[in-house]
């Protein structure tokens, strides 16, 4: 399970946020009659938006969204392109304020909902998450991502019972989901189910034969099986990754560390533990500064569209 907490969840949500901004453009994200506002955007500005994302040119719908921004514009679609890609470049605290924005002008969106539940999962508040995700599920209980980031909440605060349930409802909507699969398996690994877990991350690697949560949960149950032949090429699977993020790559030299010291071999245990300190150390100060005032901002809000009833 420590390796669960310490996995960031926003990944899985990450291959799959710009499609669903570019879906919301229309009904999720309201522009319906009553959202509209004072500072609508232009028809011109929104149709150059949509070729872009018709065109797959995300970074230009962006730029055309900030220029927007900057010139006074104020619409849901313009604050959530700009939070994806605020997220995508790992700058939580300034997605997150753009997506309370958002949500101010289309509190029934389950995009939107969904994308800051994923924010509040990477800077470690995963009660508002909880929340949020909870919200998204209330307007859209088709969501899987929806059913994966509140999944990914509960096993982080160690509630395996909720968080098992969230995520066999993720992978039941889709049976796609490698992440969902590969976060079962560590739930079971944590609680001894060693062949349970094995089944699942296994079935993970036959959607995603890379999938680093996966691999990981893998090694954990071949170490408990005393087969440490079988866990270090899994482990140099993942730290050979150029694709694998920080957090991935400190977790399997911790794992690495602890396959060497159970092999009695110190000096490689101790340079793979220092090896993850590094790196944890590199990624965690620049990177992961939770902002009081942005999450302050954010639970007013939820607090808010709590006492709203979901969209029919």
Not at 95 to 111: F, H, I, Q, V, Y
Request: include cysteine; aromatic fraction near 4%.
């Amino acid at each position: 399970t420590e390796v669960a907490k310490l996995l960031r969840g926003s990944e899985a949500t990450r291959r799959q946020d710009i499609a669903r901004t570019h879906d919301n453009r229309g009904g999720d994200i309201g522009l319906n009659p009553e959202r509209r506002h004072a500072g609508a955007v232009p028809a011109h500005i929104t149709a150059a938006i949509d070729r872009a994302l018709d065109a797959s040119d995300f970074p230009r719908a962006v730029n055309l969204a900030q220029q927007a921004l900057g010139a006074g514009h104020r619409h849901p679609l313009l604050f959530h392109l700009r939070a994806v890609s605020r997220k995508q470049n790992g700058q939580f605290e300034t997605a997150m304020s753009d997506l309370t924005e958002a949500l101010r002008l289309a509190p029934n969106s389950a995009g939107l909902l969904m994308d800051a539940a994923d924010c509040a999962n990477a800077l470690g508040d995963h009660g508002r998450a909880i929340q949020l995700a909870g919200g998204a599920i209330a307007r859209d209980p088709r969501q899987p991502i929806a059913w994966y980031l509140k999944g990914y909440a509960h096993q982080i605060l160690a509630q395996f019972g909720p968080a098992t349930t969230c995520l066999r409802e993720a992978v039941r909507l889709d049976p796609g989901y490698a992440d969902a699969y590969a976060r079962l398996a560590h739930i079971a690994m944590g609680q001894s189910r060693l062949s349970e877990a094995r089944g699942l991350a296994q079935q993970a690697l036959l959607v995603d034969p890379r999938n680093a949560i996966a691999l990981l949960a893998l090694a954990a149950v071949d170490v408990a099986e005393d087969r440490p032949d079988a866990a270090q090429p899994r482990l140099a699977t993942v730290l050979a990754d150029p694709a694998a993020e920080p957090p991935v790559r400190a977790i399997a030299k911790t794992q690495l560390g602890d396959l060497w010291h159970a092999m009695g071999q110190t000096d490689e245990a101790f340079d793979a533990y220092r090896s993850a300190g590094e790196i944890w150390k590199s990624y965690y100060e620049p990177h992961v500064v939770k902002t009081e005032t942005a999450m302050a901002q954010l639970g007013r809000l939820v607090d808010d569209l709590e006492s709203m009833p979901p969209a029919r």
